[in-house]
Nanobody
Framework: QVQLVESGGGLVQAGDSLRLTCATS????????MGWFRQAPGKEREFVAA????????YYADSVKGRFTISRENAKNTVYLQLNSLKPEDTAVYYC?????????????????????WGQGTQVTVSS
C-alpha cells in the first residue's frame, strides 16, 4: 500500500513558477514509476509527466515539455514537479500517482488505469 500527499499548489500569475511535491509512505517507493496528472474544470484528467523508479527516464506530455520538470528523491520518498513559465491553461488540480511498472518505456504509462495509487490533488491556478 502506498499513500500519496501532494502539496505546493497555489495562485500565481502567468509566467511564474511553482514546485509541486508528492510525499509518499511505504518502503517500496523506489520500486514505483511515478506520474503526475492534472484535471482542469470540465475536462478529463490528463497525463503530465512520468519518471522511472531510478529517475533515469522521464517522459512528458507535449503541452508541458520544456516548461515542466519531474524529479524524485528515493531517499526521501518524494517526487517533485517543477512548473515554469506557467500559462492560464495550466490551471488544474494536479495529482501524483504511483505505478508498479519497472521498465523504461514511460510513453506506455500515460493512462490513468496504468497507475495503482493516487493522491488527493493540489490546486494550481494561473491568472493572466
Amino acid at each position: 500500500q502506498v499513500q500519496l500527499v501532494e502539496s505546493g499548489g497555489g495562485l500565481v500569475q502567468a509566467g511564474d513558477s511553482l514546485r509541486l511535491t508528492c510525499a509518499t509512505s511505504g518502503r517500496t517507493f523506489s520500486r514505483y514509476t511515478m506520474g503526475w496528472f492534472r484535471q482542469a474544470p470540465g475536462k478529463e484528467r490528463e497525463f503530465v509527466a512520468a519518471i522511472s523508479w531510478s529517475g533515469d527516464y522521464v517522459y512528458y506530455a507535449d503541452s508541458v515539455k520544456g516548461r515542466f520538470t519531474i524529479s524524485r528523491e528515493n531517499a526521501k520518498n518524494t517526487v517533485y514537479l517543477q512548473l515554469n513559465s506557467l500559462k492560464p491553461e495550466d490551471t488544474a488540480v494536479y495529482y501524483c500517482a504511483a505505478d508498479r511498472y519497472s521498465g523504461s518505456n514511460l510513453y506506455t504509462r500515460i493512462r490513468e488505469r496504468d497507475y495503482d495509487y493516487w493522491g488527493q490533488g493540489t490546486q494550481v491556478t494561473v491568472s493572466s
